[in-house]
């Protein structure tokens, strides 16, 4: 649901930076900077490096969300997303393939 929210929020952060409206961005690249903070202070760095690898992809994504906010750029935004997609559809079939 956390992945969902941060598209969806992505989503909407680049429809407001084409239609020049900076407010409504900042807003949403804020809410979605802040689920994927939320998503890295959760994992439990003593498993091992899967979830160092998936810090620093967190990181990664955050820093470019950071980026994208100050340059209100839709292109950065984008690259995020491919990530932010990416991610969802991998824990997806994870959860599939536990059940």
Same mark, same amino acid.
């Given at each position: 649901?956390?992945?969902?929210?941060?598209i969806?929020f992505?989503?909407?952060?680049?429809?407001?930076?084409?239609?020049?409206?900076l407010e409504?961005a900042?807003?949403k690249?804020i809410?979605?900077? %802040?689920?994927i903070? $939320?998503?890295?202070?959760s994992? /439990?760095?003593?498993?091992g490096e899967? &979830? @160092?690898?998936?810090q620093?992809?967190?990181?990664?994504i955050? %820093?470019?969300?950071? $980026?994208?906010n100050i340059k209100? /750029?839709?292109e950065?935004v984008?690259? &995020? @997303?491919?990530?932010?997609?990416?991610?969802?559809d991998t824990?997806?079939?994870?959860?599939?393939?536990?059940?």
């Open positions: 649901m956390l992945f969902d929210g941060a969806r992505a989503r909407q952060a680049q429809e407001h930076i084409k239609r020049g409206e409504a900042n807003s690249l809410r979605v900077q %802040d689920i903070s $939320e998503l890295n202070l994992l /439990d760095l003593s498993v899967i &979830a @160092l690898n998936l620093q992809l967190y990181t990664f955050h %820093d470019r969300l950071v $980026e994208a209100k /750029d839709p950065l984008e690259e &995020a @997303l491919h990530f932010l997609l990416e991610l969802r824990w997806e079939q994870v959860v599939s393939q536990t059940r």
